[in-house]
């Protein structure tokens, strides 16, 4: 199997891998097998970059890496946002826990009034 074939099998696994839904208990292996694809990825293309002749079998694999990268793209956009969603909600949360422990904890005191009346 040639490095392009590689490259197309790896990129599919690690498609296929996006779509599943991440369960928010296994996230973090989740997100380990998505480096672990992408690092695999990365070597066999540093590895391609010397090479300038190409099969015609091989330009059709690599218009279909595109295809799939494109989707991959998205895909890691849409987990992305959902990890930054817990993250604000997470701190948000931390926020309001203690702000009900200790309610006078951030109390300034730059907005009194006296009355001056006569």
């Keep these: 199997m040639n490095l392009v074939e590689q490259i197309y099998q790896i990129t599919i696994q690690l498609y296929q891998h996006l779509q599943k839904e991440p369960n928010k208990d296994k996230r973090e292996e989740y997100i380990a097998q998505i480096q672990n694809y992408l ?11 010397g090479k300038t002749e190409y099969t ?3 330009k059709e694999l690599g218009k279909k890496i595109v295809g799939y990268n ?10 992305y946002r959902s990890i930054e969603a817990d993250v604000r909600q997470t701190k948000e949360r931390k926020k309001l826990h203690q702000t009900y422990n200790n309610p006078y904890q951030g109390l300034s005191v730059d907005g009194m009034f006296f009355d001056k009346r006569k």
């Design 70 to 79: 494109q989707a991959i793209d998205l895909l890691l956009e849409r987990i």
């Design 39 to 49: 690092d695999q990825r990365e070597k066999l293309i540093d590895e391609l970059k």
């Design 56 to 58: 015609d079998e091989e």
